[in-house]
């Protein structure tokens, strides 16, 4: 069974700051993993896919990493603003389209 | 393209009520998921279809919770009777089936349910 998890789970940082959050996966045997953004009582807002033949994918000030073997994945965001404070999960696509989320990451840009 | 449609919104409805939800995919899209988001948790999965029949619903309680995928389009979700533990954002997501490379998952922008 696949299990995803976050690290860390919540994160604080200054306005300004360059971060990373964290996603690591059990099963190596995925498709793709799939970045998300979700402000408070909203649904999901797709951020990057990276297919499991693909190493990074940027759009913007995001960067996100695969490392299918080692079973993990970064999402790097460049000098952060206010705006970017929401919670941000990732998803593995395995066998039979089957996807699994992690637990995510509360990311807060103060000002 | 349209994106994946959810209603209602928002529902409040006291312990042992019903209550459905419905989720119109992008058309097209032959896997439609249903997922229980509880506050502060990741999203966890009720039910997959694909086409209108069910790949996976190993999590759903079903004792409870009932879905069906009418004609391989439109999802209903229903609970019955709720209890207060089933407060939480209930999302569907709809996605192609995989062709040479895995496909991208879409959202609807989900259904809040209050259990008082």
């Known amino acids: 069974k696949q299990e995803v998890t976050q690290i860390p789970a919540a994160l604080s940082v200054p306005e300004g700051e360059n971060l990373v959050l964290n996603c690591s996966f059990t099963?190596?045997?995925?498709?793709?993993l799939q970045w998300f953004r979700q402000d408070p009582g909203k649904g999901l807002t797709s951020l990057l896919l990276?297919?499991?033949?693909?190493r990074e994918q940027t759009s913007g000030r995001l960067n996100a990493s695969l490392d299918k073997s080692s079973g993990r994945s970064t999402l790097y965001i460049a000098a952060s603003q206010p705006g970017d404070s929401a919670t941000y999960l990732c998803?593995?696509?395995?066998?039979?389209?089957?996807?699994?989320f992690g637990t995510g990451t509360q990311l807060k840009v103060e000002l | 393209e349209a994106g994946v449609a959810q209603s209602p919104r928002y529902k409040i409805i006291e312990k042992r009520q019903s209550v459905a939800f419905w989720c119109n995919p992008i058309?097209?899209?032959?896997?439609l998921y249903w997922y229980q988001q509880i506050l502060g948790q990741g999203p966890k999965l009720l039910i997959q279809?694909?086409?209108?029949?069910?790949?996976?619903d190993s999590q759903l309680p079903k004792d409870r919770f009932s879905a069906e995928r009418l004609k391989g389009v439109d999802s209903t979700l229903k609970i019955q009777p709720a209890k207060l533990e089933d407060s939480a954002v209930y999302l569907c997501?709809?996605?192609?089936?995989?062709?040479?490379?895995?496909?991208?998952?879409?959202f609807g922008q989900g259904t809040r349910l209050t259990v008082v």
């Open positions: 997501a709809s996605s192609p089936l995989p062709r040479r490379i895995a496909t991208e998952a879409f």
């Open positions: 099963d190596s045997a995925i498709y793709n």
């Open positions: 990276i297919q499991s033949s693909q």
């Open positions: 998803a593995v696509k395995g066998g039979g389209n089957k996807l699994t």
């Open positions: 058309s097209g899209h032959a896997t």
């Open positions: 279809f694909q086409n209108n029949g069910v790949v996976d």
